[in-house]
């Protein structure tokens, strides 16, 4: 019977393939964050309108359908307040949550003008390394000790966006 089954599966190659196990399997929600770094490597800090009162914590947000993770800290780093990045490493990758994958980023200020978004932001700042406000999230202040803690000459990371069309039949053998 798996015999049966995988001479079937080896058939249907391509777009049916990832239907079936699109259906069968968990859906995740995919989180970035970032540790992001001014020209004085000061770090941002945002108050969040939905977070506790008095917390500070990492910009971020969450991916939307066929975004690059980069992409996804870009967009909201811009839309929450007004600057662009330039993503320069990946810090971490923390799974194990029931319907939640997090990936957090190092990344640098490259320009734009701060302009929060008064229906999520409603302060954003530039710390120091060594003043970081007692209100930040604990799972942010070990990002941005991870972040710090990176040698300079660390390489940077390097993706290539998969942005080729699925094959339309089996190639042959």
Do not use: C, N
């Not at 803690?149 to 966006?161: E, F, L, N």
Request: proline share 8%; glycine share 8%; aromatic share 10%.
């Amino acid at each position: 019977m798996i015999e049966l089954f995988a001479r079937f599966w080896r058939t249907r190659r391509g777009r049916w393939q990832w239907y079936v196990l699109w259906l069968f399997h968990a859906k995740f929600v995919l989180g970035v964050s970032g540790v992001i770094l001014d020209d004085r490597d000061h770090v941002l800090l945002l108050r969040h309108r939905y977070w506790k009162s008095g917390s500070w914590g990492l910009p971020g947000g969450y991916a939307i359908r066929g975004e690059r993770l980069e992409e996804t800290l870009a967009r909201e780093v811009r839309e929450e307040t007004g600057y662009t990045i330039q993503t320069l490493a990946l810090l971490r990758i923390v799974s194990g949550y029931r319907l939640r994958l997090e990936a957090s980023f190092l990344a640098r200020i490259q320009g734009g003008e701060p302009r929060l978004d008064p229906h999520e932001v409603l302060e954003a700042r530039f710390f120091p390394p060594d003043a970081l406000p007692t209100g930040l999230l604990a799972s942010h202040r070990e990002l941005v000790a991870l972040a710090l803690a990176r040698p300079p000459d660390s390489a940077p990371i390097m993706t290539q966006p998969v942005r080729r069309p699925l094959p339309s039949k089996r190639p042959a053998v």
